[in-house]
C-alpha cells in the first residue's frame, strides 16, 4: 500500500487528494495544512463571503464527511516543518514524521508585506485566509474609511464589495494603472468603473507611513510619499504574494520564482510534485514556464500531479484561467497578453468580449465581460491556434466557430 500526502489544504490540496483517492483506491493518503479549518476556496474572501452573500459551506470543496468517508487523514492544524527528500519523510510540527511514496506540494503564497513606520498598528491587516476575511468583514460593516494599498486583483475586488456597503475607499496605487495584467486601456475601464461608483484613487503614489496615536495607538490615516495625508481607520495591504517555497527549499528542489515543475508537474525530485500557487510549470500552450497565481491553477493542475504521481502520463497544457466579480461586471479571462497585441472588441459597453491577436493573427488572450455563454468557443479558438479574421472577431453576428481566417 501507497502512502501520499499532500502539503497545503487550499483548493489544490482538496483536488490533489480527490484524484488520488479517485486513482488509487487502497492508498493511505494524508492531507497537512497549518490552518485548523478544512480546505476552503479563496476567491469569495475578497468577494461574495467579504459581503455575506456566501457562507463556508458553499465554498469548501471537500466535507468532513467525504474524509470519513474516503479515509483521508485531514491533519489540520498541523505544519509540515522539514522534507527530507533523500529519505521521503516529511515532518509534522506534532513531533511526527510521515514516510512518504509521493508528495503534493501545494502551499500556495503568502501575502507580500511592506516595511512601512505603522505597519504594525491594530487597523492593518492583509487578505489571505478566512479569518482575514472576517476581520475585513467588520471593517466594512463599521462603515469607517478603508485605505487599500494596491491595484491588483484583491485590492479591486474589496474596493468593489467595500463600495457596496458606502464605506469611503481609497486605492493607493505605485504605478498609474491597475490590474496591469488586463493592459492599459482594459485596466483603464476598470479604474474609470471604480470612480463611478465613488473609490478615490492615488496613482502613481506610495505610502510613507501608516499613522495614528502615539507609536502603537491605531490607525487614524496614512501619509503619502508626497507628505499629503488621507483619513482611515483601516488599511488594507495588497501588494502582492510570493510564494511559500521554505519546505521545497528544505529538500532542495530546484527553485526560480516557485517551484520549477516540468508539464507533468513533477519537481526535480521524481517523488514530488508541485501545484497551484508555488508551481513554475512549463506549459506547452505558454511555450513557457509559468506561474499561475489564480484559482483555476488550483482547481486544475491536481488532476495532472496525481497521475503523474501514480506513474501516468499526463501533461498540464491549459492557457491560464481566472474571473472576477466587481459590482455588476463579472468577467473570465483565458490566456496572456502578449506584447504589442492587436486588441479586437465584440459588442458593447456593458456586455462585450475583448480578443487580444498575435501579429500573425493567432489568438492569444480573451476576456468574456457579462457574457455567459461563450467560454467554449473562446477556449477552442485559443487552443486551435489558428489565424482568426479580426473582422469576423469584431462582429457579434459571425458566430465564434466560424472566425478563422481565409
Ligand atoms: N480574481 C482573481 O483571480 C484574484 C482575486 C484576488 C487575488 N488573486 C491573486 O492573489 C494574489 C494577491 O493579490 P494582490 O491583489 O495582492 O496582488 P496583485 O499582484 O494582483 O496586485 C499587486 C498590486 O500591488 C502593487 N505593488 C506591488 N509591490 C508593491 C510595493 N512594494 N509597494 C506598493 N505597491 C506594490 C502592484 O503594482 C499592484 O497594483 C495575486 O497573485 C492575485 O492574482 C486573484
Known amino acids: 500500500m501507497k502512502t501520499y500526502v499532500v502539503v497545503g489544504g487550499g483548493l489544490g490540496g482538496a483536488k490533489a487528494v480527490e484524484e488520488l483517492r479517485d486513482l488509487d483506491g487502497e492508498a493511505r493518503i494524508v492531507l497537512i495544512d497549518g490552518e485548523e479549518l478544512l480546505p476552503y476556496e479563496r476567491p469569495p474572501l475578497s468577494k461574495e463571503y467579504l459581503l455575506g452573500e456566501k457562507k463556508l459551506d458553499e465554498f469548501t470543496p471537500l466535507s468532513a464527511g467525504w474524509f470519513t468517508d474516503n479515509q483521508v487523514e485531514a491533519r489540520v492544524g498541523i505544519f509540515a516543518t522539514d522534507l527530507d527528500a533523500g529519505q521521503q519523510i516529511v515532518h509534522l510540527s506534532d513531533g511526527t514524521s510521515i514516510h512518504y511514496d509521493g508528495l503534493v506540494l501545494a502551499t500556495g503564497s503568502r501575502p507580500?508585506?511592506?516595511?512601512?513606520?505603522?505597519?504594525?498598528?491594530?487597523?492593518?491587516?492583509?487578505?489571505?485566509?478566512?479569518?482575514?476575511?472576517?476581520?475585513?468583514?467588520?471593517?466594512?460593516?463599521?462603515?469607517?474609511?478603508?485605505?487599500?494599498?494596491?491595484?491588483?486583483?484583491?485590492?479591486?475586488?474589496?474596493?468593489?464589495?467595500?463600495?457596496?456597503?458606502?464605506?469611503?475607499?481609497?486605492?493607493?496605487?505605485?504605478?498609474?494603472?491597475?490590474?496591469?495584467?488586463?493592459?492599459?486601456?482594459?485596466?483603464?475601464?476598470?479604474?474609470?468603473?471604480?470612480?463611478?461608483?465613488?473609490?478615490v484613487f492615488e496613482l502613481n503614489a506610495t505610502i510613507a507611513s501608516i499613522d495614528g496615536d502615539g507609536d502603537s495607538g491605531p490607525v487614524t490615516g496614512v501619509t503619502l510619499g508626497d507628505g499629503r495625508k488621507v483619513d482611515a481607520s483601516h488599511v488594507l495591504i495588497a501588494v502582492g504574494a510570493d510564494p511559500r517555497v521554505e519546505l521545497a527549499s528544505a529538500a532542495g528542489l530546484d527553485i526560480d520564482d516557485g517551484v520549477l515543475v516540468d508539464d507533468t508537474l513533477v519537481t526535480s525530485d521524481p517523488h514530488i510534485v508541485a501545484v497551484g500557487d508555488i508551481a513554475n510549470a512549463q506549459n506547452t500552450w505558454v511555450g513557457d514556464r509559468i506561474r499561475v497565481q489564480h484559482w483555476a491553477a488550483a482547481l486544475k493542475m491536481p488532476g495532472v500531479a496525481a497521475r503523474t504521481l501514480v506513474g501516468d502520463d499526463a501533461h498540464y497544457d491549459d492557457p491560464p484561467y481566472f474571473y472576477t466579480d466587481q459590482y455588476d461586471l463579472g468577467m473570465e479571462f483565458r490566456g496572456l497578453i502578449p506584447d504589442g497585441a492587436r486588441l479586437v472588441q465584440r459588442g458593447g459597453d456593458d456586455e462585450y468580449i475583448a480578443f487580444w491577436l498575435r501579429d500573425d493573427g493567432v489568438l492569444r488572450a480573451a476576456m468574456n465581460v457579462n457574457v455567459w455563454d461563450q467560454g467554449d468557443a473562446i477556449e477552442e479558438i485559443l487552443t486551435s491556434a489558428k489565424p482568426v479574421d479580426p473582422d469576423k472577431l469584431a462582429d457579434p453576428n459571425v458566430p465564434l466557430g466560424e472566425v478563422s481566417a481565409g
Open 112 to 199: 507580500r508585506t511592506v516595511n512601512l513606520p505603522g505597519v504594525a498598528r491594530q487597523g492593518v491587516q492583509v487578505l489571505r485566509t478566512l479569518a482575514e476575511s472576517d476581520q475585513l468583514k467588520s471593517v466594512l460593516e463599521s462603515g469607517e474609511p478603508l485605505v487599500i494599498y494596491g491595484g491588483g486583483w484583491i485590492g479591486l475586488e474589496v474596493a468593489a464589495a467595500a463600495r457596496t456597503r458606502d464605506v469611503p475607499v481609497t486605492v493607493i496605487v505605485r504605478e498609474d494603472k491597475v490590474l496591469r495584467q488586463l493592459g492599459d486601456e482594459i485596466g483603464d475601464r476598470f479604474l474609470a468603473m471604480h470612480r463611478d461608483h465613488g473609490v
